[in-house]
């Protein structure tokens, strides 16, 4: 007597249970669940990590190290001026942030003909970064503010033009609550 196949799983102990049958249509749309699933994940990480870090702090690093020896340079002529910067960042719980700058010489004169710009940088978002709107208050000292300025650490950088030559920059951490 010819066994048939039902039989045979019977006779195994394996006989379906009046389960439903996988066949090659429901394997097919196991796979494109589970890489639906896997590549949706992968969407959502990228953009939340281009989103999180979108930039770097130097565009070419190759070019960068190329100017080291002059920012040494520069740094040497900054000492030798002798320039005194002070600067104080203040940040309201609205965003809006003030920048107060007063320069003076060696000998403790305030500097003048030169004209100042002061930025905020943010380290990881540039479309955080703020300028500032300067005004002269008083001989040798500056003041402005900007809007929209998130709590956080930021690059300070003051630059000092003399004659349309940037003469002085300086680039400081702040911490704004």
Same mark, same amino acid.
């Given at each position: ?8 799983? !019977?006779? !195994? ?15 097919? *749309? ?12 992968? !969407? ?43 600067? $104080? ?8 942030? !003030?920048?107060?700058?007063? *320069?003076? &010489? ?8 030169? +004209?100042?710009?002061?930025?905020? *940088? $943010?380290? +990881?978002?540039? &479309? &955080?970064?703020?300028?500032?709107? *300067? ?43």
């Amino acid at each position: 007597m010819a066994r048939t196949p039902s039989s045979a799983l !019977a006779a !195994a102990g394996m006989a379906p249970q009046g389960g439903r049958r996988l066949s090659g249509r429901g394997v097919f *749309l196991i796979l494109a669940a589970f890489f639906g699933v896997v590549f949706t994940v992968n !969407a959502v990480m990228i953009s939340l990590a281009i989103d999180t870090l979108p930039g770097t702090v130097t565009d070419s690093a190759y070019r960068a190290s190329q100017r080291y020896n002059q920012t040494i340079a520069e740094a040497g002529e900054r000492e030798a001026r002798g320039w005194k910067v002070d600067a $104080h960042v203040a940040r309201d719980p609205s965003g809006t942030t !003030a920048v107060t700058i007063s *320069l003076r &010489n060696r000998e403790g004169a305030p500097l003048d003909r030169i +004209a100042v710009t002061a930025r905020l *940088l $943010h380290p +990881a978002h540039r &479309n &955080n970064d703020r300028v500032f709107d *300067l005004s002269r208050t008083g001989p040798g000292a500056f003041a402005g503010t900007t809007d929209a300025v998130a709590a956080g650490a930021y690059d300070l950088i003051i630059a000092i033009d003399r004659d349309g030559e940037t003469t002085y920059r300086t680039r400081n951490r702040v911490m704004l609550p």
